[in-house]
């Protein structure tokens, strides 16, 4: 709770709560900022190491199937066979990968919504705009006086 200082307008007050606002907003998405920065560098990087593995499974099953291809005129029809079936595995196992690319890129989209939503959580809450001021009246007490003279005069006519 802020208190407005004594002679202190409705103004200059909503302006003194504009700054504590915004610099308890700025702390806030600095915490969330970091935290979510770094939930998403790691997954940036796992998603960078499974593209790679997926291209490279691509390349190699494409590959696979093109020598079976050759193996077939060169040595006839079977030394192929296992080529075809390495690069029949190959091409399952590329497309766990490329699943598993998929979940990886659903991951980090909902952690980007999330880190969006909270943004915007944290601003809507710390805008004082929107914050309801409150009007205390406050009487001053007997307790709180304090009598420095008492005199008596008069005058004569």
């Not at 691509?58 to 030394?79: I, K, M, N, T």
Request: overall charge positive.
């Amino acid at each position: 709770m802020l208190l407005a200082q004594h002679g202190e307008d409705e103004r200059a007050f909503r302006a003194r709560l504009a700054l504590q606002g915004r610099e308890a907003r700025d702390a806030e998405l600095a915490e969330i900022s970091e935290s979510i920065g770094k939930k998403l560098a790691t997954l940036d990087e796992r998603i960078r190491k499974k593209q790679n593995t997926v291209a490279a499974g691509e390349d190699q099953s494409r590959y696979g199937y093109a020598e079976a291809l050759v193996d077939v005129f060169a040595r006839g029809p079977g030394a192929a066979v296992k080529r075809v079936g390495r690069a029949a595995t190959k091409a399952k196992s590329t497309a766990r990968e490329k699943e598993d690319l998929e979940s990886l890129l659903q991951k980090r989209r909902e952690l980007e919504t999330q880190w969006r939503a909270a943004i915007a959580e944290v601003t809507a809450r710390t805008d004082p705009a929107t914050v309801p001021l409150e009007t205390i009246v406050s009487k001053p007490k007997k307790t709180g006086i304090t009598v420095h003279l008492v005199a008596l005069a008069w005058r004569a006519d």
